[in-house]
């Protein structure tokens, strides 16, 4: 299997569908681990968490709060992953959030493929710093 993270031009070639799917795994994974590390909690607790963090509505809210941090070219492939048309539709909340948070993950997805940890762990402090003022 062929490193992506090796030439930054292949991930500008990845569909942001592609990139999102790529995305949520890596973001899903952030969350998970800040919930582990944060406290010894039962399972059925961690989920609970995770599942308020890792879902359509809070993404979008999330994605407009580190908005204003992105670069040019972050944004760029946030707006190619919110711009993207879907063959599935929101089970849980509006399109205008199910499209955010495409263009979140996408997002995520892009950086990883870029090899880009210390951006990808930068964005998510933010998000994590802002869930937590929000509490």
Do not use: W
């Not at 599942?51 to 709060?65: G, I, P, R």
């Not at 711009?83 to 199910?98: L, M, Q, R």
Request: charged share 25%; with cysteine; proline share 4%.
């Amino acid at each position: 299997m062929e490193n992506i993270a090796v030439n930054h031009s292949k991930a500008d070639e990845v569909s942001p569908l592609t990139l999102a799917f790529i995305g949520d795994g890596v973001y899903d994974l952030l969350v998970r681990d800040c919930l582990v590390r944060s406290a010894n909690r039962p399972v059925g607790e961690l989920n609970k968490i995770k599942v308020s963090l890792v879902n359509c509505k809070s993404q979008a809210e999330f994605a407009k709060q580190i908005m204003p941090s992105l670069t040019e070219k972050e944004l760029a492939v946030y707006k190619r992953g919110r711009n993207a048309a879907p063959k599935c539709t929101p089970k849980n909340g509006s399109v205008a959030d199910y499209h955010s948070a495409t263009g979140l993950e996408a997002l995520f997805g892009y950086l990883h493929l870029n090899g880009d940890n210390e951006r990808i762990n930068e964005l998510f402090n933010l998000i994590i710093h802002n869930s937590n003022s929000a509490e």
